[in-house]
């Protein structure tokens, strides 16, 4: 008889697992509080890379997250969410310049594709790049990428739904408790039970898992300029040639499709706080828009459609949590930040150790046993510099 899963969460992880349990024949129930995209994966830069990724097992993580998107790509017939046409970044102070070598260099040193050209090659890559006369070489990563995270989660979320999958919306869990035969999942007004969960929660895992008695600390996401929030501008139409990600000192930008672009300044910021929006016309938007003009040719006149602020999900370490809470094999946690790099990755994961019981290997240094329990946690450093995200 095939095994009932719930998933809790239909963001890029919820979506992912859900697939990767129904390819393997699991009958797979989404519950889901409001909407897909309804968290984080709604507000994400979607870049996908492993820049800046430490310790040495994460960045492989991290690597291994670009091979299951490109697995994936090549898996479907008709390919609308990933653009994997690299991402070009520079400095422009020699504390920068520093940075940049020593992450490049790193980089290199790890077997990471990255290369240095001159600004005339970049402007043969984005034609309306305009690169300060100052700057000689342009860092190239050319299988990094960026991901659209609603047509993302239409191919995995579709997929599942094709194998049987089915979503209960909306639907909120309240707690979780482990019985003889299973899962006991308590819902705003009800109970459901399972053969097993999984937890793709994002950064509301704290609660969910503290209800299970396991509780797994994220570094809170609603604290104003802190690592984990940031604010992204969503532009009009513009027409700008750009078809890549740039990591640059003052923006970053890639394409939104249709035009449209999503830019983001990480030193603005450090004022980004969920309990306070940004208007359209104030100065982050206004920074936003000038800094682009400064970056694009063809952007003159931008404006922004929406400014939001996103809230990153983060295990407190900062690093990926992925495996069993307890030792009976029924509730699983996946909460990570770079879930748009990592999700198909972890789905898959996740489904192979709930289904067959085989380990991977590649999750050894992430199980959330590192961090249920711990009190003295880190303050995590918030990305302020190109290449951070
Ligand atoms: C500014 C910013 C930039 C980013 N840039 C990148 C990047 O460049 N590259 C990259 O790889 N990643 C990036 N990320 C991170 C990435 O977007 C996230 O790691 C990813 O979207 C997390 O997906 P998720 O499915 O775990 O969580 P979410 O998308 O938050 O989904 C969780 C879902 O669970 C639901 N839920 C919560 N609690 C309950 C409950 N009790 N009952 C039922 N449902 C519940 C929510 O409604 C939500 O839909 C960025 C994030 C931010 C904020």
Redesign the pocket.
């Known amino acids: 008889m095939s095994k009932r899963i719930a998933v809790?969460?239909?963001?890029?992880?919820?979506a992912s697992v859900a697939r990767s349990l129904t390819l393997q024949g699991a009958e797979v129930t989404v519950?889901?509080?409001?909407?897909?995209?309804?968290?984080?994966?709604?507000?994400?830069?979607?870049?996908?890379?492993s820049h800046s990724k430490n310790p040495r097992s994460y960045h492989d993580l991290n690597v291994a997250g670009l091979a299951e998107h490109d697995a994936l790509a090549q898996n479907s017939a008709a390919q609308t969410w990933l653009v994997r046409n690299g991402n070009l970044e520079w400095a422009e102070d020699p504390t920068g310049a520093d940075r940049l070598a020593a992450s490049v260099a790193e980089l290199a040193d790890r077997g990471y594709p990255v290369e240095w050209i001159t600004p005339q090659r970049a402007r043969e890559l984005v034609p309306d790049l305009r690169v300060p006369d100052h700057v000689a070489d342009i860092a190239h990563y050319p299988t990094e990428g960026h991901v659209f995270?609603a047509l993302l989660v239409s191919r995995l979320w579709g997929e599942a739904r094709d194998h049987g999958a089915r979503l209960r919306c909306p639907?909120?869990?309240?707690g979780l408790s482990e019985t003889d035969g299973g899962v006991r999942i308590e819902l705003a007004d009800g109970v459901a039970e399972a053969d097993a969960v999984v937890l793709?929660?994002?950064?509301?895992t704290e609660a969910?898992t503290a209800s299970a008695g396991h509780r797994v600390p994220v570094a809170d996401p609603d604290a104003a300029g802190s690592a984990t929030v940031?604010m992204?501008g969503y532009t009009n139409p513009l027409p700008t040639r750009l078809d890549r990600v740039l990591t640059t000192p003052r923006l970053n930008v890639r394409p939104d499709g249709g035009g449209r672009l999503i830019v983001?300044g990480l030193d603005l910021d450090a004022d980004a706080d969920p309990a306070n929006p940004l208007a359209l016309d104030g100065y982050h938007a206004g920074q936003l828009c000038s800094r682009l003009n400064d970056l694009l040719d063809g952007t003159e006149g931008a404006r922004l459609e929406s400014l939001r602020i996103?809230?990153?999900?983060m295990p407190a370490d900062g690093l990926t949590v992925a495996g069993f809470l307890g030792d009976r094999g029924r509730i699983y946690t996946?909460?990570?930040?770079?879930?748009?790099?990592?999700?198909p990755l972890l789905g898959r994961l996740a489904a192979q150790e709930l289904l067959t019981g085989n380990t991977a290997e590649i999750l050894t240094d992430f199980r959330p046993q590192r961090l249920i329990g711990q009190t003295d946690l880190p303050t995590l450093q918030p990305a302020r510099f190109a290449g951070q995200?």
């Open positions: 809790v969460g239909l963001g890029v992880l919820g519950f889901e509080r409001s909407a897909a995209l309804a968290g984080t994966s709604g507000t994400s830069f979607a870049w996908t890379n995270p639907e909120t869990v309240t793709a929660v994002g950064r509301w969910l940031g992204l983001q996103g809230q990153r999900a996946l909460c990570t930040h770079s879930g748009v790099t990592l999700g995200q």
